[in-house]
C-alpha cells in the first residue's frame, strides 16, 4: 500500500498562488489513481481533482473554474496541485489521496489512502 505526504501549504494573499505536494512511498506510485481534497473548518471534506493511473488524464469539480491545476510525475512518485488566483474561501486543510482500481472521480468515499494534509492560509 502507498504512503502519502503533502507539502507546500503556507499562508498567502488573495490573489496569490502556491504549489501542493504529495510524495508516495511503498508501493507503485503509477498504478493509483490519485486525488486532491480539502476540508474547511466545520464543513465536509471535498474532492478537487484526480488524475488517472495511466493516461494522467486529470478530472476536476466544476466549480474550480480552471483555477487549479493537478499533474503528476511518476517518476518522482510525486503528485501536484498548482492553485491560482486563491481567495480566502480556499483556506482549508488540503489532502492527496489514493485508490486502486475502479473509476477515478473526485469523490471523498472512493478513496482509502489519506495523507496527513497541509494548511493553506489565504489572507484578504
Known amino acids: 500500500q502507498v504512503q502519502l505526504a503533502e507539502s507546500g501549504g503556507g499562508s498567502v494573499q488573495a490573489g496569490g498562488s502556491l504549489r501542493l505536494s504529495c510524495a508516495a512511498s511503498?508501493?507503485?506510485?503509477?498504478?493509483?489513481?490519485m486525488g486532491w481534497f480539502r476540508q474547511a473548518p466545520g464543513k465536509a471534506r471535498e474532492g478537487l481533482a484526480v488524475?488517472?493511473?495511466?493516461?494522467?488524464?486529470?478530472t476536476y469539480v466544476a466549480w474550480l473554474k480552471g483555477r487549479f491545476t493537478i499533474s503528476r510525475d511518476n517518476a518522482k512518485n510525486t503528485l501536484y496541485l498548482e492553485m491560482r488566483s486563491l481567495q480566502p474561501e480556499d483556506t482549508a486543510t488540503y489532502y492527496c489521496?489514493?485508490?486502486?482500481?475502479?473509476?477515478?472521480?473526485?469523490?471523498?468515499?472512493?478513496?482509502?489512502?489519506w495523507g496527513q494534509g497541509t494548511q493553506v492560509t489565504v489572507a484578504s
Open positions: 488524475i488517472s493511473p495511466s493516461s494522467g488524464l486529470p
Open positions: 511503498g508501493d507503485s506510485f503509477s498504478s493509483y489513481c
Open positions: 489521496a489514493a485508490r486502486r482500481g475502479g473509476r477515478c472521480a473526485p469523490v471523498v468515499g472512493d478513496f482509502g489512502t
